[in-house]
């Protein structure tokens, strides 16, 4: 897998020149499958530059726990929407499709071709098919959504929010989601369920190549439960303490990110560190298999790379 002449095979360098204008690159597939390193390889082949797909690497405190690209792969190869965003933002998909656009811009202007690597299915999806046409919620609207549920408190807010759309609701009952839920309804009078029947706007506009990395399942669980010990080794407890030490809210998507949960529960004194990486340890293979299921269902790649 180390040979120029197999990343040539892989990404099929004989037969397409990769237009920095026309084209863009997707390395997809499960975590741990070696996803950066292929497109490392390749971005050196082709003068490319790495993009981040992957939602929780896009968080700038936890380098370690989201298997960031290390500072030497940095220096190698230019390297894009990785760790710029602060913790507490509840950053959404359409946030990161608008700064993907504006990295597309600048990448045409200095001739690079952009890899996007990553295994989150619906960064991915916005991408090839575009997002919901929901309109961006006023700051007063945010204001008058946490008001009401502060107001009422989440159970009766998860009521309110299920009678305005049950079909929402029941796949989305965290607070964040319930917040932009009833704030939706609120400044537009429509509901997250008729807005998602709309035509999707935001796609990228260029060929998109999507190449499928895929592994044996078992030895991905592997792949992963090695790769946890290591960042744990490596300290990974101390960028979760620093979130502890912030009071980060619960409910964000960084404090319910793959072991950062347990490790902050077992800060908490709620289970023992023993139990925290054990149940770590578990999301993740459910993680791997939920992404798995997620790209036989619902990708259709230009090329499927089978790795051993």
């Known amino acids: 897998m180390s040979s120029l002449l197999n990343i040539e095979e892989f990404f099929d360098l004989s037969q397409n020149q990769y237009d920095f204008k026309k084209d863009i690159i997707i390395i997809a597939g499960p975590t741990c499958v070696g996803k950066s390193m292929l497109g490392m390889k390749l971005a050196k082949k082709i003068n490319g530059v790495l993009v981040n797909a992957d939602s929780v690497q896009v968080y700038e405190d936890i380098k370690l726990l989201s298997a960031r690209p290390t500072e030497e792969d940095m220096r190698q190869v230019p390297h894009f929407l990785y760790g710029y965003v602060k913790p507490q933002v509840n950053y959404s998909i359409a946030d990161w499709l608008q700064q993907l656009t504006e990295v597309l811009e600048k990448l045409e202007k200095i001739r690079k071709t952009a890899i996007l690597v990553g295994g989150s299915g619906l960064y991915l999806n916005a991408v090839i098919n575009g997002l919901a046409p929901i309109p961006k919620l006023r700051d007063e609207i945010k204001l008058k959504s946490l008001l009401k549920l502060n107001e009422i408190g989440f159970d009766n807010f998860k009521k309110y929010n299920l009678k305005i759309d049950p079909q929402f609701v029941s796949k989305n009952q965290d607070k964040h989601r319930l917040l932009r839920s009833y704030g939706v309804f609120l400044q537009t009078k429509k509901n997250m369920s008729y807005w998602h029947t709309k035509p999707r706007k935001g796609a990228i506009k260029k060929n998109i190549y999507s190449f499928l990395i895929n592994l044996d399942r078992n030895l991905i669980y ?8 290591h960042m744990l080794e490596n300290g990974a407890i101390e960028e979760v303490k620093k979130l ?8 964000l998507p960084i404090a319910k990110s793959l072991g950062v949960k347990w490790l902050l529960s ?5 289970i023992s560190f023993e139990e925290a990486i054990s149940l770590s340890k578990r999301d993740t293979r459910r993680y791997v298999k939920r992404q798995i299921t997620w790209f036989s269902n619902n990708f259709i790649p230009y090329k499927s790379i089978n790795m051993k």
Do not use: A
Not at 222 to 229: Q, S
Not at 266 to 270: R, V
């Open 222 to 229: 592997k792949r992963c439960e090695f790769r946890f010990d």
């Open 244 to 251: 502890y030490n912030s009071n980060i809210d619960r409910t």
């Open 266 to 270: 077992y800060l908490d004194k709620n």
